[in-house]
Every structure is written in C-alpha cells, then in structure tokens.
Nanobody, 124 residues
Framework: GHLVESGGGSAQAGGSLRLSCVVS????????MGWFRQAPGKDDEGVTV???????KYADSVKGRFTISKDNARNTLYLEMNNLKAEDSGRYYCVADPWAGACLLLHRGNFGLWGKGTQVTVSS
C-alpha cells in the first residue's frame, strides 16, 4: 500500500487547513484509517481514526475542531482542521491497517502503513 499526504502548509491561529491522503494498493473502506502527528522534539501523537464501520475517535486535544472523513470512491482520506492552534503544528501522517482493532486506540503500534507526512505550521 502507498499513502500520499498533501494539503499541509502555513496558517494563522484560528485558521483552517484540509489535509488529503490518496491511497493506492488497497481499498480504504476495508482498513482502519487515521492521522498521526509529530511536533519537533516530541513523540508522535494519534490525532484521529475512522474504522471500516465509519466510527471515529479523536484525541481530546482536537475534539470539536478536527474532522476526519473518507471518500471511498476516490480512495482518499481527509482531515479538516479548523480553529487551528500553534500547538497543532507538526508533521501529519496518514496511517492505515487492515486490523479492525487498530481503531480502538490511538496507538502508533497499531498501524503498519504510514505515509511520508505533510508539514503543518500554525503561527500565533
């Protein structure tokens, strides 16, 4: 499988960005899909996941501001980020795993497929 992220960039605090992850090699509707991020000098953090059944889970830090969605026809995953904060800055990674249980926890060890990431910088 191949995951390619795009849509990162710079934004002001309070602004919005939309990330995309185009997938090839497998069908996203049959995988647990998600987004992780890593800020400089910090461990990566699970942001959100969406299961095969459409159930979603969000990190407390992004609840009410970020929305994960997927377009099965386009085999593409999205992350809509609103009301951005400086602490949202980091490299955002699209992740995937065929194991349904991967979506039970925002744990990096659950995901076997990772994209190369896209950088998000939020200035206050």
């Amino acid at each position: 499988g191949h995951l390619v992220e795009s849509g990162g960039g710079s934004a002001q605090a309070g602004g919005s960005l939309r990330l995309s992850c185009v997938v090839s090699g497998f069908t996203i509707s049959t995988y647990c899909m998600g987004w992780f991020r890593q800020a400089p000098g910090k461990d990566d953090e699970g942001v959100t996941v969406v299961g095969r059944d459409g159930r979603v889970k969000y990190a407390d830090s992004v609840k009410g501001r970020f929305t994960i969605s997927k377009d099965n026809a386009r085999n593409t995953l999205y992350l809509e980020m609103n009301n951005l904060k400086a602490e949202d800055s980091g490299r955002y990674y699209c992740v995937a795993d065929p194991w349904a249980g991967a979506c039970l926890l925002l744990h990096r060890g659950n995901f076997g497929l990772w994209g190369k990431g896209t950088q998000v910088t939020v200035s206050s």
